[in-house]
């Protein structure tokens, strides 16, 4: 069992920039994945980048370039630092991590951007 916990969402206006933080109960090196998943409103949940045990990153074509995704496997945690937010990237922010036959989720962390 694996609890994630995330941290970080803030209101910000657009243009602005965000550092979310997710921190797991036990070490992230036996996660073969974690990522970040954005749900709006009345939306479905997205995926927003993952990262793998080697550190190899995927992001959403919406957030390429303006978005990057960290681990700090020391402390057990995944970073995703946004920048040049903009307003439809509103929504609760989920960790996600993936092992081989298992997925966990977070409770999330609701960021707002004002435009």
């Known amino acids: 069992q694996v609890q994630l916990v995330e941290s970080g969402g803030v209101l910000v206006q657009a243009g602005g920039s965000l550092r979310l933080s997710c921190v797991a109960s036990?070490?992230?090196?036996?996660?073969?994945?974690i990522g970040w998943y954005r749900q709006a409103p009345g939306k479905q949940r997205d995926m927003v980048a993952t990262?793998?045990?080697?550190?190899?990153?995927n992001y959403a074509d919406s957030g390429k370039g303006r978005f990057t995704i960290s681990r700090d496997d020391a402390k057990n945690t995944v970073y995703l630092q946004m920048n040049t937010l903009k307003p439809d990237e509103t929504g609760v922010y989920y960790c996600?991590?993936?092992?081989?036959?298992?997925?966990?989720w977070g409770q999330g962390t609701q960021v707002t951007v004002s435009s």
């Open positions: 036990s070490s992230t090196l036996f996660i073969n994945s």
């Open positions: 996600n991590a993936q092992q081989i036959s298992t997925e966990y």
């Open positions: 990262i793998t045990l080697d550190s190899h990153a």
